[in-house]
């Protein structure tokens, strides 16, 4: 079955510590896009990436940090620089940049107490 | 600044009838309409689009109607079933990498 997998599904940290939420997709997707979603809030991008080796910075860029190493997989860095990592996260991918439709994972709830 | 507003938190619809949720945009420059349905503690699943060039596009139950003069456009559900129930994001595109996204309404299917 091809798809995008998230893990965990919930997360929590003390205050101070960095964490990496996993994302990994087999669908064959050149684009990646990690978003955060608070109550009441549509979803924000925080990095995309169009290819392999390349990211580009969202609107909430601050705070957060990603990699790119392979192509199925786009890990997010949740830093202590974040000031509210408190979200639900979510990764999602596209066969490639500018093609509308995202295709979305499951999601990670991080709690960050 | 909000370039996408679902201005309705919340609508509760009874079942078998029509459920009408609205979107509103003020960049004219977007191109392409989107919506999603999403469960509790889940991703949002894509559902149906609509180019600009189109005012209407149908799939099943779902309808999806642009008016472009006044920036507004809706998705409509008939008839209304309980596996409805969920939120419902509308996003727009102006043909980059990024989907701008509305805060959602949370549709509720009344038995």
């Known amino acids: 079955d091809g798809g995008i997998t998230q893990s965990p599904k919930y997360l929590f940290r003390k205050e101070g510590q960095n964490v990496t939420l996993s994302c990994e997709q087999n669908?064959?997707?050149?684009?990646m896009y990690w978003y955060r979603q608070d109550p009441g809030q549509g979803l924000r991008l925080i990095y995309y990436s169009q290819i392999v080796n390349d990211f580009q910075k969202g609107d909430i860029a601050e705070g957060y940090s990603v990699s790119r190493e392979k192509k199925e997989s786009f890990p997010l860095t949740v830093t202590s620089a974040q000031k509210n990592p408190t979200a639900f996260y979510l990764c999602?991918?596209?066969?490639?940049?500018?093609?509308?439709?995202?295709?979305f994972g499951p999601g990670t709830r991080l709690t960050v107490t | 600044d909000q370039q996408v507003k679902q201005n309705s938190p919340s609508l509760s619809v009874q079942e078998g009838r029509i459920s009408i949720l609205n979107c509103d945009y003020t960049n004219s420059m977007f191109d392409y309409f989107l919506w999603y349905k999403k469960y509790p503690a889940e991703g949002p699943t894509f559902l149906i689009s609509?180019?600009?060039i189109k005012d209407k596009n149908e799939d099943g139950r779902f309808t999806v109607f642009l008016n472009k003069s006044a920036k507004h456009l809706s998705l409509h559900i008939v008839p209304s079933q309980p596996g409805d129930s969920a939120v419902y994001f509308c996003a727009a595109s102006g043909g980059n990498y990024q989907l701008i996204w509305g805060a959602g309404t949370k549709l509720i299917i009344k038995p």
């Open positions: 669908l064959n997707h050149d684009a």
């Open positions: 999602a991918s596209s066969p490639r940049t500018g093609w509308n439709e995202q295709y």
């Open positions: 609509i180019s600009s």
